[in-house]
């Protein structure tokens, strides 16, 4: 003998049905079987929602009663042959009369009980079990209706009755042994107490109907037939990648479904346990789908963990003082006051000090906790050996639940690193010594990127999600977008990364989509995109909380550089093209990556000194290898070293200027790259990453521009440049006339650090240095006599977008 059980959605219209139909009568084929069945779906709402508003005197009650009709009339005209419908119609019109006599009632006095709550909501599954067994019936299928009523015995405990397994099991084995039909339908969640008087079984209490049954008939299985293909990795609403978990045991359901996993609740999993009767969670709408298995063993999959959940709407309530240490008894009456107002505790933790007692309930039960635990330790509060009852709200908890968990240690640290990372506050925690659960408390804020950062972590061998925010898309923007675009499937297939570009900004446009830009139409959806406002792009970044998150600054301005804090303070890793921030005062440099490490993100600038080149990459390494850096000599402006290795006196100096400026290699003011300004912040980087604390103001600047090109406007200083040929000229036959080139070198030595211009010779390691490339010599303990040489394009829009592009990935593989 089986049982099955179909919910709400299942039997939801006469469509769904029709479906519950064929998969019974598949079953009936195998063997005898039991169905238990829910309202119609919506329909103990719809009662409920009626009652409240009959009793605060509304009369749209009267409307919610209509729907209710009429949702069950249409069914029975859909399901039911024409000339078999008026006995069932009659029927259905008596139990809708009753339901409005009653709320008639409740409007009348003004108030509702649990017992009448109890009697209205019971029409929801008598109806719709009615309609079932006479559709069967219209089938000619040999079919029994039976009222739960008459099976299941609670005591008086009315929305939430406690079940008599003595008698109910007495019952239902008398009943089922005596009764040769081969399928019987049954409306779930209802019974009666020892004087008839109906009750409910509470929350998935139609559930609990079907496994009080198969418990006491010893069923061969348990079927709970609803509207997804089986228990879940984690709640498919939060994270896309979410899969079936086709095998599971009996504990590790209850752990979730406590938890918050819908698919099942957890007085179901107890009676069917006891007896070691397998339950198996199936799919109405996809009858073919393998499910879930529940038994006491459960197949090994792989997994350590098994699932996640989540439970939303939890308060926090801490009783916390020095009186408490050492003395016994408090917890006791801690939980005596809780339980003596019937609310339920759903975690418990409690310092090693006994100096505090920190426990989890329903939001909905923290007023009267407060007050009944401060009435409770009245004595103590007022002699200030405890302080009130504290309490913090808007608070959820997550849980990883998994058998496999206990002989495998780490778990704990993985769970909290994975969230730590990804900037999850953990406000408690607790774990039984059966180690098949590990539940955190956190904002509720933070449920979905837990869920989600969670389930990568341990489910996900196939890729991580980063969600990226560009700002900045101009020459270096749009090549990063166009490397990223050509490298997307790559850097699945390979790295297991999933880029999102989930935000791209301008000074002009800003565009958000949490489930990513198309990087083939871009610069189209850019544009259709809303004004552009540097906070409200920020504040859209921190308030959507996605895991994983990286912000990319693609500009060269200070007020995007100043909302980087902002960012970290959120553990959002940030990837800095713009110079600004590093070169920026000593103390913010350093709040900066302060604030970078405090918050378990990272803050990355390596194309703020060589493009695309390695440079602070390699300068971290020497010194995490245990190096000290005494020296370093550069050529840090690929700007520079093309003007010079392209001026040979015969061209303008102005000319080759502007045909660098036209190739991408200068700022968008060349004067910073010919004035010295921005070598200047770059080595200033390089001597911060070595562990100095400098200014700009501490560095000299050996410049070769006169102070008339310095003035105006970009264009005033390209006039300047025209007029001051001869000096640039005299500078080039200098250095021809000493065989040597002009090289804007930047060196750092010993604490100090200068820029200029200088002759390099022949058998200088910078001589042999073309086009726009860029060096760096670092001179250390290990490196005294050759230095350690990174060499290579350092300007161009490809090469530093490419740097950009690599400070990403290495922002997200922490």
Known sequence: MRVLKFGGTSVANAENINKVIAIVIEAVKKDKTIVVVSALGGITDLLLGAAELAAKGDELYKEKLSIIEQRHMETVKKLIPVAQQSQLLSLVKKGCNDIEDICNGVFLLGEITPRTKD???????????????????????EVT??????????????????VDFTVTEQRIKNYFSAQPAPLFILPGFIAADKNGITTTLGRGGSDYTAAIIASAIQADVLEIWTDVSGMMTADPRLTNNARIIPHISYQEAMELSHFGAKVIYPPTIQPVMNKGIPVWIKNTFAPGDEGTLIESVATKNGNIVRGISSINNISLISLEGSGMIGIPGFSKRLFEALSNEKINVILITQSSSEHSICVGIEAASTEKAKL???????????????????????????????????????????????????????RAIAQGSSEKNISAVISTLDVKKAINVLHEEFFETTYKQVNLFVIGTGNVGSKLLDQLKKQLEFLQQHLHLQVNVVGLSNSRKMLINENGINLSNWKEQLKD????????????????????????????????????????????????CNKVAASSAYGNYKKLKDLAREYNCRFLFETNVGAGLP?????????????????????????????????DGKRKFAEVVKQAQEEGYTEPDPRLDLGGTDVMRKIMILAREAGEKI??????????????????????????????????????EEADAAESKLKFVASFNNGKASVGLQHIGPGHDLYHLYGKDNVVL?????????????????????????????????????
């Open 778 to 814: 670092f001179y250390t303990d290990r490196y005294k006599e050759q230095p350690l040489v990174v060499k290579g394009a350092g300007a161009g829009a490809e090469v530093t977008a490419s740097g950009v592009f690599a400070d990403i990935l290495r922002a997200v593989k922490m």
């Open 615 to 647: 440079v602070i990459g390699t300068l971290n390494d020497i010194l995490i290898s245990g190096d000290t850096v005494h020296r370093i000599e550069a050529v840090l402006s690929g700007t520079l070293n093309f003007v010079f290795n392209n001026y």
């Open 529 to 576: 995109g809303e004004k552009a406002n540097l906070q409200q792009f920020v504040d859209e970044i921190i308030s959507r909380n996605l895991r994983n998150s990286v912000f990319t600054d693609i500009t060269a301005n200070d007020i995007v550089a100043s909302v980087y804090d902002q960012l970290l303070k959120k553990s959002i890793s940030v990837v800095a």
């Open 119 to 141: 009697r209205i909501s019971s029409y929801g599954e008598l109806l719709s079990s009615q309609i079932i067994a006479a559709k069967f019936q219209s089938e000619n299928t």
């Open 372 to 426: 009944a635990v401060d009435a409770a330790f009245s004595n103590e509060i007022a002699l200030q050996k405890v302080e009130p009852l504290k309490v913090e709200t808007e608070l959820s908890i997550v849980a990883l639940v998994g058998e496999n968990m206990k002989s495998h240690p780490g778990i704990s640290g993985r769970m909290f690193s994975a969230m730590g990372r990804n900037g999850v506050n953990i």
């Open 145 to 162: 209706w039976k009222d739960s009523k008459e099976l299941i015995l609670t005591n008086s405990y009315f929305t939430a009755a406690e």
């Open 695 to 732: 200014e700009m103001d501490e560095i000299t600047n050996n410049s070769f521009m006169p102070a008339s090109c310095m003035k105006g406007t970009v264009d005033d200083f390209y006039t300047a440049m025209e007029k001051e040929e001869g000096h640039f000229k005299n500078l080039y």
